[in-house]
Protein backbone atom coordinates (compact mmCIF):
# COMPACT_ATOMS: atom_id res chain seq x y z
CA UNK A 1 0.00 0.00 0.00
CA UNK A 2 1.19 3.59 -0.66
CA UNK A 3 1.99 5.34 2.39
CA UNK A 4 3.08 8.87 1.17
CA UNK A 5 3.67 10.08 -2.78
CA UNK A 6 5.36 13.54 -2.46
CA UNK A 7 4.29 15.04 -5.74
CA UNK A 8 5.04 18.93 -5.00
CA UNK A 9 7.72 20.78 -6.79
CA UNK A 10 10.31 22.85 -6.17
CA UNK A 11 9.04 26.28 -7.02
CA UNK A 12 6.46 25.05 -4.30
CA UNK A 13 8.98 24.39 -1.39
CA UNK A 14 10.05 27.93 -2.58
CA UNK A 15 6.78 29.25 -0.39
CA UNK A 16 3.93 31.36 -1.18
CA UNK A 17 5.52 33.87 -3.60
CA UNK A 18 4.21 31.93 -6.90
CA UNK A 19 1.13 30.43 -4.82
CA UNK A 20 0.22 34.63 -3.69
CA UNK A 21 0.53 35.59 -7.51
CA UNK A 22 -1.95 33.44 -8.93
CA UNK A 23 -5.87 34.09 -8.41
CA UNK A 24 -7.43 32.62 -5.51
CA UNK A 25 -9.75 30.89 -8.26
CA UNK A 26 -7.10 29.69 -10.03
CA UNK A 27 -4.84 28.70 -6.98
CA UNK A 28 -4.22 24.80 -7.84
CA UNK A 29 -2.42 25.96 -10.62
CA UNK A 30 0.28 27.17 -7.98
CA UNK A 31 1.49 23.18 -8.27
CA UNK A 32 3.87 22.73 -11.33
CA UNK A 33 2.66 19.13 -11.57
CA UNK A 34 -1.01 20.17 -11.49
CA UNK A 35 -0.38 22.97 -13.62
CA UNK A 36 1.63 20.01 -16.58
CA UNK A 37 -1.33 17.52 -15.95
CA UNK A 38 -4.11 19.84 -16.59
CA UNK A 39 -2.51 21.76 -19.57
CA UNK A 40 -1.96 18.03 -21.38
CA UNK A 41 -5.64 16.38 -20.06
CA UNK A 42 -6.81 19.28 -21.58
CA UNK A 43 -5.80 18.76 -25.41
CA UNK A 44 -6.15 14.77 -24.64
CA UNK A 45 -9.65 15.11 -23.54
CA UNK A 46 -10.57 17.79 -26.44
CA UNK A 47 -9.61 14.95 -28.73
CA UNK A 48 -11.49 12.42 -27.10
CA UNK A 49 -14.68 14.56 -27.36
CA UNK A 50 -13.98 14.46 -30.79
CA UNK A 51 -13.82 10.78 -30.92
CA UNK A 52 -16.90 10.32 -28.93
CA UNK A 53 -19.41 12.19 -31.30
CA UNK A 54 -17.23 10.87 -34.21
CA UNK A 55 -17.82 7.61 -33.42
CA UNK A 56 -21.76 7.72 -32.44
CA UNK A 57 -21.65 9.17 -36.04
CA UNK A 58 -20.19 6.62 -37.71
CA UNK A 59 -21.90 3.45 -35.67
CA UNK A 60 -25.67 5.14 -36.56
CA UNK A 61 -24.63 6.00 -40.35
CA UNK A 62 -23.28 2.02 -40.48
CA UNK A 63 -26.65 0.81 -38.85
CA UNK A 64 -29.40 3.52 -38.77
CA UNK A 65 -29.94 1.79 -35.13
CA UNK A 66 -30.47 3.70 -31.89
CA UNK A 67 -30.27 0.23 -30.83
CA UNK A 68 -26.81 -0.62 -32.34
CA UNK A 69 -25.45 3.17 -30.32
CA UNK A 70 -26.92 1.61 -26.65
CA UNK A 71 -24.59 -1.95 -27.49
CA UNK A 72 -21.56 -0.19 -28.24
CA UNK A 73 -21.84 2.27 -25.00
CA UNK A 74 -22.59 -0.83 -23.13
CA UNK A 75 -19.65 -2.59 -24.59
CA UNK A 76 -17.29 0.86 -24.29
CA UNK A 77 -18.25 1.26 -20.87
CA UNK A 78 -19.26 -2.22 -19.23
CA UNK A 79 -15.54 -2.81 -18.73
CA UNK A 80 -15.05 -0.46 -16.42
CA UNK A 81 -18.13 -1.46 -14.22
CA UNK A 82 -16.66 -4.90 -14.21
CA UNK A 83 -12.42 -4.21 -13.66
CA UNK A 84 -12.56 -0.77 -11.81
CA UNK A 85 -12.45 -2.77 -8.33
CA UNK A 86 -8.87 -3.59 -9.56
CA UNK A 87 -8.25 -0.51 -10.90
CA UNK A 88 -8.52 0.82 -7.58
CA UNK A 89 -6.86 -1.86 -5.77
CA UNK A 90 -3.81 -0.97 -8.09
CA UNK A 91 -3.87 2.83 -7.72
CA UNK A 92 -3.89 2.61 -4.01
CA UNK A 93 -0.74 -0.24 -4.38
CA UNK A 94 1.46 1.24 -7.41
CA UNK A 95 2.64 4.30 -8.97
CA UNK A 96 -0.35 5.99 -10.09
CA UNK A 97 1.84 8.32 -12.20
CA UNK A 98 3.05 5.33 -13.94
CA UNK A 99 -0.10 4.20 -14.52
CA UNK A 100 -1.77 7.36 -15.83
CA UNK A 101 1.39 6.89 -18.42
CA UNK A 102 0.61 3.33 -19.49
CA UNK A 103 -3.17 3.89 -20.03
CA UNK A 104 -2.77 7.34 -21.93
CA UNK A 105 -0.46 5.24 -24.27
CA UNK A 106 -2.51 2.33 -24.96
CA UNK A 107 -5.48 4.54 -25.37
CA UNK A 108 -3.55 6.14 -27.95
CA UNK A 109 -2.38 2.91 -29.78
CA UNK A 110 -6.30 2.07 -29.85
CA UNK A 111 -7.60 5.54 -31.17
CA UNK A 112 -4.96 5.34 -34.09
CA UNK A 113 -6.18 1.89 -34.97
CA UNK A 114 -9.81 3.06 -35.01
CA UNK A 115 -8.63 5.74 -37.28
CA UNK A 116 -6.90 3.61 -39.81
CA UNK A 117 -9.29 0.95 -39.99
CA UNK A 118 -11.86 4.02 -40.97
CA UNK A 119 -9.77 6.06 -43.42
CA UNK A 120 -9.25 2.72 -45.28
CA UNK A 121 -12.41 1.90 -45.41
CA UNK A 122 -12.18 -1.55 -43.89
CA UNK A 123 -14.05 -0.11 -40.43
CA UNK A 124 -17.05 -2.82 -39.62
CA UNK A 125 -19.63 -1.96 -37.01
CA UNK A 126 -17.96 -5.68 -35.14
CA UNK A 127 -14.40 -3.49 -35.10
CA UNK A 128 -16.04 -0.40 -33.09
CA UNK A 129 -17.22 -2.78 -30.48
CA UNK A 130 -14.18 -4.72 -29.77
CA UNK A 131 -11.92 -1.02 -29.56
CA UNK A 132 -14.49 0.52 -27.40
CA UNK A 133 -14.44 -2.88 -25.19
CA UNK A 134 -10.71 -2.47 -24.98
CA UNK A 135 -10.49 1.30 -23.83
CA UNK A 136 -12.91 0.24 -21.28
CA UNK A 137 -10.24 -1.94 -20.23
CA UNK A 138 -8.10 0.69 -20.28
CA UNK A 139 -10.15 3.30 -18.32
CA UNK A 140 -11.19 0.63 -15.73
CA UNK A 141 -7.49 1.52 -14.70
CA UNK A 142 -7.24 5.30 -15.68
CA UNK A 143 -10.02 6.56 -14.10
CA UNK A 144 -9.16 5.37 -10.40
CA UNK A 145 -5.62 6.24 -10.38
CA UNK A 146 -6.41 9.87 -12.35
CA UNK A 147 -9.36 10.89 -9.78
CA UNK A 148 -6.92 10.08 -6.89
CA UNK A 149 -3.85 11.24 -8.45
CA UNK A 150 -5.19 14.83 -8.36
CA UNK A 151 -5.29 14.94 -4.64
CA UNK A 152 -1.44 13.60 -4.78
CA UNK A 153 -0.94 16.75 -7.19
CA UNK A 154 -2.33 19.54 -4.96
CA UNK A 155 -2.89 18.08 -1.29
CA UNK A 156 -6.15 18.70 0.49
CA UNK A 157 -5.93 22.01 1.07
CA UNK A 158 -6.73 22.60 -2.79
CA UNK A 159 -8.97 19.69 -3.31
CA UNK A 160 -11.57 21.54 -3.57
CA UNK A 161 -10.23 23.48 -6.30
CA UNK A 162 -8.41 21.02 -7.96
CA UNK A 163 -11.71 19.24 -8.57
CA UNK A 164 -13.72 22.29 -10.19
CA UNK A 165 -10.61 23.28 -12.15
CA UNK A 166 -10.77 19.50 -13.58
CA UNK A 167 -14.71 19.83 -14.31
CA UNK A 168 -13.69 23.38 -16.52
CA UNK A 169 -10.98 21.28 -18.36
CA UNK A 170 -13.38 18.88 -18.88
CA UNK A 171 -15.76 20.75 -20.48
CA UNK A 172 -14.13 23.05 -21.85
CA UNK A 173 -13.32 19.96 -23.95
CA UNK A 174 -16.86 19.11 -24.28
CA UNK A 175 -17.67 22.63 -25.79
CA UNK A 176 -14.82 22.32 -28.24
CA UNK A 177 -14.10 18.83 -29.26
CA UNK A 178 -17.70 17.84 -30.41
CA UNK A 179 -17.75 21.33 -32.14
CA UNK A 180 -14.67 20.10 -33.94
CA UNK A 181 -15.96 16.53 -34.67
CA UNK A 182 -18.98 18.09 -35.91
CA UNK A 183 -17.23 20.17 -38.83
CA UNK A 184 -14.66 17.53 -39.72
CA UNK A 185 -17.69 14.33 -40.03
CA UNK A 186 -19.53 16.64 -42.21
CA UNK A 187 -16.74 17.88 -44.37
CA UNK A 188 -13.69 15.15 -44.29
CA UNK A 189 -15.31 12.30 -42.70
CA UNK A 190 -15.00 10.32 -38.85
CA UNK A 191 -11.98 8.91 -39.38
CA UNK A 192 -9.33 12.21 -39.42
CA UNK A 193 -11.25 12.83 -35.90
CA UNK A 194 -9.81 9.18 -34.53
CA UNK A 195 -6.56 10.11 -35.69
CA UNK A 196 -6.50 13.55 -34.30
CA UNK A 197 -7.53 11.85 -30.99
CA UNK A 198 -4.84 9.86 -31.07
CA UNK A 199 -2.09 12.31 -31.59
CA UNK A 200 -4.16 14.29 -28.80
CA UNK A 201 -2.56 11.97 -25.83
CA UNK A 202 1.36 13.04 -26.94
CA UNK A 203 -0.18 16.04 -25.19
CA UNK A 204 -0.67 14.11 -21.44
CA UNK A 205 2.02 12.02 -22.22
CA UNK A 206 4.37 14.73 -22.37
CA UNK A 207 2.89 16.47 -19.24
CA UNK A 208 3.06 13.50 -17.33
CA UNK A 209 6.64 12.46 -18.47
CA UNK A 210 7.84 16.26 -17.25
CA UNK A 211 6.64 15.60 -13.77
CA UNK A 212 9.19 15.89 -10.62
CA UNK A 213 7.30 12.84 -8.78
CA UNK A 214 9.16 11.70 -5.70
CA UNK A 215 9.32 8.04 -5.39
CA UNK A 216 6.44 6.49 -3.47
CA UNK A 217 7.27 4.47 -0.14
CA UNK A 218 5.40 1.63 0.27
CA UNK A 219 4.51 -0.77 3.32
CA UNK A 220 4.78 -4.35 3.34
CA UNK A 221 1.00 -5.64 1.72
CA UNK A 222 0.67 -9.09 2.24
CA UNK A 223 -3.37 -9.39 1.63
CA UNK A 224 -4.49 -10.31 -1.37
CA UNK A 225 -5.80 -8.11 -3.99
CA UNK A 226 -8.98 -9.42 -3.24
CA UNK A 227 -8.95 -8.85 0.63
CA UNK A 228 -7.67 -4.92 -0.85
CA UNK A 229 -11.01 -4.52 -2.66
CA UNK A 230 -13.81 -5.75 -0.94
CA UNK A 231 -12.09 -2.76 1.67
CA UNK A 232 -12.82 -0.25 -0.32
CA UNK A 233 -16.08 -1.68 -0.68
CA UNK A 234 -16.61 -2.11 3.26
CA UNK A 235 -15.86 1.32 3.90
CA UNK A 236 -17.70 2.93 1.18
CA UNK A 237 -20.97 0.56 2.47
CA UNK A 238 -20.80 1.05 5.87
CA UNK A 239 -19.89 5.08 5.43
CA UNK A 240 -23.17 6.60 5.06
CA UNK A 241 -22.87 10.14 3.11
CA UNK A 242 -20.80 8.06 0.66
CA UNK A 243 -22.58 5.72 0.04
CA UNK A 244 -25.69 7.66 -0.50
CA UNK A 245 -23.72 10.13 -3.15
CA UNK A 246 -22.45 7.29 -4.73
CA UNK A 247 -25.85 5.30 -5.03
CA UNK A 248 -27.13 9.02 -6.47
CA UNK A 249 -24.48 9.20 -8.84
CA UNK A 250 -25.27 6.01 -10.06
CA UNK A 251 -29.28 6.31 -10.44
CA UNK A 252 -28.73 9.80 -12.60
CA UNK A 253 -26.08 7.76 -14.64
CA UNK A 254 -28.54 4.72 -15.14
CA UNK A 255 -31.51 7.16 -16.20
CA UNK A 256 -30.09 10.64 -17.22
CA UNK A 257 -26.64 9.64 -19.14
CA UNK A 258 -27.75 7.59 -22.23
CA UNK A 259 -29.02 10.71 -23.47
CA UNK A 260 -25.67 11.51 -24.89
CA UNK A 261 -26.05 8.10 -26.80
CA UNK A 262 -29.23 9.09 -28.13
CA UNK A 263 -27.99 12.42 -29.94
CA UNK A 264 -27.68 10.87 -33.49
CA UNK A 265 -30.89 10.11 -33.10
CA UNK A 266 -32.20 13.85 -32.50
CA UNK A 267 -30.30 15.22 -34.96
CA UNK A 268 -31.49 13.01 -37.49
CA UNK A 269 -35.10 12.46 -36.65
CA UNK A 270 -36.25 14.87 -34.90
CA UNK A 271 -34.54 18.24 -35.54
CA UNK A 272 -33.66 17.28 -38.85
CA UNK A 273 -29.98 18.92 -38.32
CA UNK A 274 -27.45 15.95 -39.37
CA UNK A 275 -23.76 15.84 -38.28
CA UNK A 276 -23.18 19.59 -38.03
CA UNK A 277 -26.33 20.07 -36.21
CA UNK A 278 -25.00 17.25 -33.75
CA UNK A 279 -21.57 18.91 -33.27
CA UNK A 280 -23.77 22.12 -31.82
CA UNK A 281 -26.29 19.85 -29.71
CA UNK A 282 -23.14 18.34 -27.78
CA UNK A 283 -21.47 21.48 -27.23
CA UNK A 284 -24.42 23.55 -26.36
CA UNK A 285 -24.53 20.85 -23.08
CA UNK A 286 -20.67 21.55 -23.13
CA UNK A 287 -21.51 25.59 -22.89
CA UNK A 288 -23.51 24.66 -19.67
CA UNK A 289 -20.98 22.33 -17.82
CA UNK A 290 -18.37 24.80 -18.74
CA UNK A 291 -20.10 27.59 -16.39
CA UNK A 292 -20.95 24.79 -13.85
CA UNK A 293 -17.16 23.83 -13.31
CA UNK A 294 -16.42 27.94 -13.44
CA UNK A 295 -19.02 28.61 -10.83
CA UNK A 296 -17.47 25.50 -8.99
CA UNK A 297 -14.21 27.03 -8.90
CA UNK A 298 -14.71 29.88 -6.98
CA UNK A 299 -15.99 27.70 -3.81
CA UNK A 300 -13.12 27.73 -0.93
CA UNK A 301 -15.49 24.34 0.71
CA UNK A 302 -17.84 22.49 0.60
CA UNK A 303 -20.54 23.94 2.89
CA UNK A 304 -23.82 23.53 1.01
CA UNK A 305 -22.91 20.92 -1.42
CA UNK A 306 -25.31 18.51 -0.05
CA UNK A 307 -28.10 20.45 -0.59
CA UNK A 308 -26.32 21.31 -4.49
CA UNK A 309 -26.02 17.73 -5.26
CA UNK A 310 -29.71 17.39 -4.57
CA UNK A 311 -30.95 20.54 -6.53
CA UNK A 312 -28.81 19.73 -9.75
CA UNK A 313 -29.82 16.10 -9.97
CA UNK A 314 -33.34 17.26 -9.90
CA UNK A 315 -32.70 20.01 -12.39
CA UNK A 316 -30.92 17.35 -14.77
CA UNK A 317 -33.92 15.38 -14.78
CA UNK A 318 -36.69 18.50 -15.50
CA UNK A 319 -34.30 19.70 -18.47
CA UNK A 320 -34.19 16.63 -19.82
CA UNK A 321 -37.49 16.15 -20.07
CA UNK A 322 -38.23 19.40 -21.23
CA UNK A 323 -35.45 19.03 -24.02
CA UNK A 324 -37.37 15.47 -24.78
CA UNK A 325 -40.56 17.49 -26.24
CA UNK A 326 -38.73 20.22 -28.06
CA UNK A 327 -38.95 20.05 -31.72
CA UNK A 328 -37.08 23.15 -32.44
CA UNK A 329 -33.30 23.55 -32.62
CA UNK A 330 -32.62 26.95 -30.99
CA UNK A 331 -34.76 25.83 -28.29
CA UNK A 332 -33.28 22.34 -27.74
CA UNK A 333 -29.65 24.33 -27.58
CA UNK A 334 -30.71 26.20 -24.99
CA UNK A 335 -32.22 23.76 -22.61
CA UNK A 336 -29.58 21.70 -23.37
CA UNK A 337 -27.11 24.10 -21.89
CA UNK A 338 -29.34 23.76 -18.87
CA UNK A 339 -28.52 19.90 -19.17
CA UNK A 340 -24.89 20.37 -19.65
CA UNK A 341 -25.07 22.60 -16.08
CA UNK A 342 -26.95 20.60 -13.58
CA UNK A 343 -25.18 17.98 -14.79
CA UNK A 344 -21.53 19.22 -14.12
CA UNK A 345 -23.13 20.60 -10.86
CA UNK A 346 -23.91 17.05 -9.78
CA UNK A 347 -20.95 14.97 -10.95
CA UNK A 348 -18.39 17.19 -9.47
CA UNK A 349 -20.01 18.08 -6.28
CA UNK A 350 -20.71 14.53 -5.38
CA UNK A 351 -17.01 14.21 -6.49
CA UNK A 352 -15.54 16.56 -4.13
CA UNK A 353 -17.64 15.47 -1.16
CA UNK A 354 -16.81 11.96 -1.84
CA UNK A 355 -12.78 12.59 -2.16
CA UNK A 356 -13.06 15.12 0.82
CA UNK A 357 -14.62 12.19 2.96
CA UNK A 358 -12.19 9.43 2.27
CA UNK A 359 -9.22 8.90 3.79
CA UNK A 360 -5.74 8.96 1.47
CA UNK A 361 -5.38 5.38 1.99
CA UNK A 362 -8.53 4.18 0.76
CA UNK A 363 -8.89 6.90 -1.66
CA UNK A 364 -8.15 5.00 -5.17
CA UNK A 365 -10.34 1.96 -4.04
CA UNK A 366 -13.35 4.48 -3.24
CA UNK A 367 -12.59 6.36 -6.85
CA UNK A 368 -13.20 3.05 -8.12
CA UNK A 369 -16.62 2.43 -6.96
CA UNK A 370 -17.59 5.82 -7.64
CA UNK A 371 -16.19 5.42 -11.11
CA UNK A 372 -18.26 1.98 -10.79
CA UNK A 373 -21.42 3.86 -10.32
CA UNK A 374 -20.73 6.58 -12.21
CA UNK A 375 -19.38 4.82 -15.57
CA UNK A 376 -20.92 1.39 -15.27
CA UNK A 377 -24.76 2.05 -14.75
CA UNK A 378 -24.60 4.03 -17.86
CA UNK A 379 -23.52 1.27 -19.83
CA UNK A 380 -26.81 -0.04 -18.58
CA UNK A 381 -29.01 2.43 -19.15
CA UNK A 382 -27.75 3.09 -23.23
CA UNK A 383 -28.74 -0.87 -23.22
CA UNK A 384 -31.55 0.08 -21.70
CA UNK A 385 -32.74 3.48 -23.43
CA UNK A 386 -31.27 1.98 -26.81
CA UNK A 387 -33.66 -1.01 -26.32
CA UNK A 388 -36.32 2.02 -25.48
CA UNK A 389 -36.15 3.95 -28.27
CA UNK A 390 -36.86 1.23 -30.81
CA UNK A 391 -39.89 0.82 -29.25
CA UNK A 392 -41.45 3.56 -27.43
CA UNK A 393 -39.23 6.72 -29.68
CA UNK A 394 -36.34 7.94 -28.24
CA UNK A 395 -38.12 11.57 -27.22
CA UNK A 396 -40.16 8.92 -24.50
CA UNK A 397 -37.34 7.48 -23.87
CA UNK A 398 -35.24 10.31 -22.68
CA UNK A 399 -38.68 11.63 -20.68
CA UNK A 400 -38.98 8.54 -19.19
CA UNK A 401 -35.09 8.68 -17.89
CA UNK A 402 -35.35 12.75 -16.49
CA UNK A 403 -38.48 11.40 -14.35
CA UNK A 404 -36.16 8.73 -12.61
CA UNK A 405 -33.48 11.29 -11.79
CA UNK A 406 -36.54 13.53 -10.76
CA UNK A 407 -37.23 10.92 -8.26
CA UNK A 408 -34.13 9.60 -7.54
CA UNK A 409 -32.91 13.33 -6.38
CA UNK A 410 -36.24 13.84 -4.06
CA UNK A 411 -35.47 10.65 -2.64
CA UNK A 412 -31.66 11.80 -1.48
CA UNK A 413 -33.28 15.17 -0.15
CA UNK A 414 -35.14 13.41 2.50
CA UNK A 415 -32.00 11.44 3.60
CA UNK A 416 -29.90 14.79 3.52
CA UNK A 417 -30.31 15.77 7.06
CA UNK A 418 -29.05 12.65 8.89
CA UNK A 419 -26.43 12.33 6.26
CA UNK A 420 -25.22 16.05 7.06
CA UNK A 421 -24.63 14.79 10.57
CA UNK A 422 -22.06 12.24 10.00
CA UNK A 423 -20.21 13.87 7.11
CA UNK A 424 -19.70 16.54 9.57
CA UNK A 425 -18.08 14.13 11.65
CA UNK A 426 -15.86 12.58 8.75
CA UNK A 427 -14.40 15.89 7.85
CA UNK A 428 -13.54 16.64 11.48
CA UNK A 429 -12.20 13.33 12.28
CA UNK A 430 -9.76 13.46 8.79
CA UNK A 431 -8.85 16.32 10.16
CA UNK A 432 -10.46 18.74 7.46
CA UNK A 433 -7.19 19.64 5.80
CA UNK A 434 -8.58 22.83 4.72
CA UNK A 435 -11.95 21.86 3.34
CA UNK A 436 -14.76 23.57 4.84
CA UNK A 437 -17.29 21.22 6.62
CA UNK A 438 -20.65 20.97 7.30
CA UNK A 439 -21.46 19.67 3.37
CA UNK A 440 -25.00 19.47 3.53
CA UNK A 441 -25.72 22.75 4.45
Not at 20 to 31: K, N, Q, V, Y
Not at 46 to 52: D, E, K, L, S, V
Not at 152 to 171: F, K
Not at 416 to 433: H, I, Y
Amino acid sequence: MIQAEVTRDDDEAAGAGERFRIPAALRSLGHKNYRLFYGGQLISLTGTWMQIVAQSWLVYRLTGSAATLGLVAFAGQMPGFLLAPLGGAAADTFSRHRILITTQALAMLLAFALAVLTLTGTVAVWHVYVLAALLGVVNAFDIPSRQAFVADLVGREDLVNAIALNSSMINGARLVGPAIAGLLVATIGEGWCFFVNGLSYIAVIAGLSRMRVARQVMAAERRSPIRRIVEGFSFVGRTGPIRALIILLGLVSLFGMPYTMLMPVFADRILHVGAGGLGMLLGAAGVGALGAALLLVARRGVRGMGRLVAFSSAGFGASLVLFSQLQDFRLAVVVLVVVGFSMIIQIASSNTLVQAMSPDALRGRVMAVYSMMFLGMAPLGALLAGWLAERVGAANTVALGGAGCILSALIFSLCLPALRREARKLLVADGGGGIVAEPGR
